[in-house]
């Protein structure tokens, strides 16, 4: 396969089309928040947007790392970028949260309080450590999982709340909902999973993509398409599943 710079050439053709196709469903949940301006639409949104934000970063970085002429045993546009997107994964975190606590716990501060600080947290140790010089990413491995550690917790109560919901409810629609919501939770953390696996791989050297960092993609568009079939419904997906 094609390499430079220490970078697959699969690696940011990849990344650019699950970015692509992850804009594609970003669009069509505001298209549904400006009908019909729900709060949890907008957390949705904003979720999504941030993680889709940061899928992208980590797709420009790969391009900037395979394109520019750059001495890669030394520079790293690519480690770079994806710990500048964690931080966005981070905030994307947050707003997951906004949307579960409005939709399953009444909007609790409580609950959303503790969320917040932790990925804050999450946040404010990824930003020290964002730099381009290689193995930057591998360094900040610990951050990384910690990242995880709130992310699952997330995942794990998404999941929960949404199988509570689906045994309540007997009617086809809903509970198809409900089940595609977990199924989100539950593609999210496979997908922290393999990153953690690939950079658990890779954290010897530094460098390089096992196929665990490609499965981590598919991972998190089947779990965003979940997401936004499951909440936002949309009318033909309704007609398939009666």
Same mark, same amino acid.
């Given at each position: 396969?094609?390499?430079?710079?220490?970078?697959?050439?699969?690696?940011? &053709?990849?990344?650019?089309?699950?970015?692509?196709?992850? +804009?594609?469903?970003?669009?069509?949940?505001?298209?549904?928040? &400006?009908?019909?301006?729900?709060?949890?639409?907008?957390?949705?949104?904003?979720?999504?947007?941030?993680?889709?934000?940061?899928?992208?970063?980590?797709?420009?970085? @790969?391009?900037?790392? $395979?394109?520019?002429?750059?001495?890669?045993?030394?520079?790293?546009?690519?480690?770079?970028?994806?710990?500048?997107?964690?931080? !966005?994964?981070?905030?994307?975190?947050?707003?997951?949260?906004? +949307?579960?606590? #409005? &939709?399953?716990?009444?909007?609790?501060?409580?609950?959303?309080?503790?969320?917040? &600080?932790?990925?804050?947290?999450?946040?404010?140790? $990824?930003?020290?450590?964002?730099?381009?010089?290689?193995?930057?990413?591998?360094?900040? +491995?610990?951050?990384?999982?910690?990242?995880? !550690?709130?992310?699952?917790?997330?995942?794990?109560?998404?999941?929960?709340?949404?199988?509570?919901?689906?045994? @309540?409810?007997?009617?086809?629609?809903?509970?198809?909902?409900?089940?595609?919501?977990?199924?989100?939770?539950?593609?999210?953390?496979?997908?922290?999973?393999?990153?953690?696996?690939?950079?658990?791989?890779?954290? #010897?050297?530094? @460098?390089?993509?096992?196929?665990?960092?490609?499965?981590?993609?598919?991972?998190?568009?089947?779990?965003?398409?979940? #997401?936004?079939?499951?909440?936002?419904?949309?009318?033909?997906?309704?007609?398939?599943?009666?």
């Amino acid at each position: 396969m094609l390499s430079r710079n220490n970078v697959p050439i699969l690696a940011p &053709i990849v990344e650019t089309i699950v970015a692509t196709l992850m +804009f594609i469903l970003v669009f069509s949940v505001w298209q549904r928040y &400006i009908k019909r301006k729900r709060e949890a639409t907008a957390h949705l949104a904003i979720c999504f947007t941030t993680y889709a934000t940061g899928m992208l970063l980590t797709a420009i970085g @790969k391009w900037l790392q $395979f394109s520019v002429d750059i001495d890669p045993e030394v520079t790293s546009y690519a480690d770079f970028f994806i710990l500048l997107a964690y931080t !966005f994964t981070a905030l994307s975190n947050v707003f997951l949260f906004a +949307f579960i606590n #409005g &939709i399953f716990l009444k909007n609790q501060l409580k609950y959303l309080i503790p969320i917040t &600080i932790l990925n804050s947290i999450s946040i404010g140790l $990824f930003i020290p450590k964002i730099s381009i010089r290689q193995g930057s990413y591998a360094n900040a +491995f610990l951050i990384v999982l910690y990242h995880a !550690f709130n992310s699952i917790i997330i995942m794990v109560i998404l999941i929960w709340l949404s199988l509570k919901e689906r045994k @309540k409810t007997k009617e086809i629609i809903p509970r198809t909902g409900f089940l595609l919501i977990s199924l989100y939770g539950i593609f999210i953390l496979l997908l922290f999973l393999s990153f953690g696996i690939d950079l658990a791989i890779v954290s #010897g050297t530094g @460098k390089g993509y096992s196929p665990f960092y490609y499965l981590s993609w598919f991972f998190a568009l089947a779990g965003l398409a979940s #997401g936004y079939l499951g909440y936002i419904m949309p009318d033909w997906f309704r007609k398939v599943i009666r």
